[in-house]
């Protein structure tokens, strides 16, 4: 299972950490994506973290976004720098057991709102 | 814009088969068999149905199956149900620098 949290409402060029805590697996062990969704849209892959422990990010985020985990607290975050109106979205927390790039556990989301 | 292309709504009536396509490239859908779909309602998160372009996750119905053919990759469901009425998207890894997953549009499945 998987619960984020950490979404708010905040002002352009604002900041802010969501979280995500997995129970039942262990976030170091498998590989760990960031996904999300903007109001009434599709979905849209934001980064994903490697057992290794290799980051990677989509070229809308790269620079703001960095991904990260704690391993002692099985949990996983995304750190959200200069946000922009176009941030605004659900953001989703979703595990890839054998990096096929096919997630299997998400979580329920956490929404994100950019406006001042 | 989405990455890949798929068509905005399909609909059914009960018991018959639909078929929604996913269309992308050689670096993406054609080139890997990591094509995977999702089922989504609304207000709720993403469940996996497809994995590997035919691959069904433990728990997914034989009603749902995949396939693809060069740069399209197409999820089938069979004796279509009221509870099969959703939103579904397709995605898959890109060969990209250094590295991209891609999804499509999604598709409105409307069960008449």
């Known amino acids: 299972q998987l619960v984020e949290s950490g979404g708010d409402l905040v002002q352009p060029g604002g900041s802010l950490r969501l979280s995500c805590a997995a129970s039942g697996f262990t976030v170091y062990s498998d590989y760990m994506h960031w996904v999300r969704q903007a109001p009434g849209k599709g979905l849209q892959w934001v980064s994903v973290i490697y057992s290794s422990g290799r980051t990677y990010y989509a070229d809308s985020v790269r620079g703001r976004f960095t991904i990260s985990r704690d391993n002692s607290k099985n949990t996983l975050y995304l750190q959200i720098n200069s946000l922009r109106a176009e941030d605004t979205a659900v953001y989703y927390c979703?595990?890839?057991?054998?990096?096929?790039?096919?997630?299997?556990?998400w979580g329920q989301g956490t929404t994100v709102t950019v406006s001042s | 814009q989405s990455a890949l292309s798929q068509p905005a709504s399909v609909s059914g009536s009960p018991g018959q088969s639909i078929t929604i396509s996913c269309t992308g490239t050689?670096?993406?859908?054609?080139?890997?068999?990591?094509v995977s779909w999702y089922q989504q309602h609304p207000g709720k998160a993403p469940k996996l149905m497809i994995y590997?372009?035919?691959n069904r996750p433990s728990g997914v119905s034989n009603r749902f199956s995949g396939s693809k053919s060069g740069n399209t990759a197409s999820l089938t469901i069979s004796g279509l149900q009221a509870e099969d009425e959703a939103d579904y998207f397709c995605?898959?890894?890109?060969?990209?620098?250094?590295?991209?997953?891609?999804f499509g549009g999604g598709t409105k499945l409307t069960v008449l």
């Open positions: 050689s670096n993406d859908v054609g080139g890997y068999n990591y």
């Open positions: 590997d372009v035919t």
């Open positions: 995605s898959s890894y890109r060969n990209s620098n250094p590295l991209d997953v891609v």
């Open positions: 979703a595990r890839d057991p054998d990096l096929r790039y096919a997630l299997d556990v």
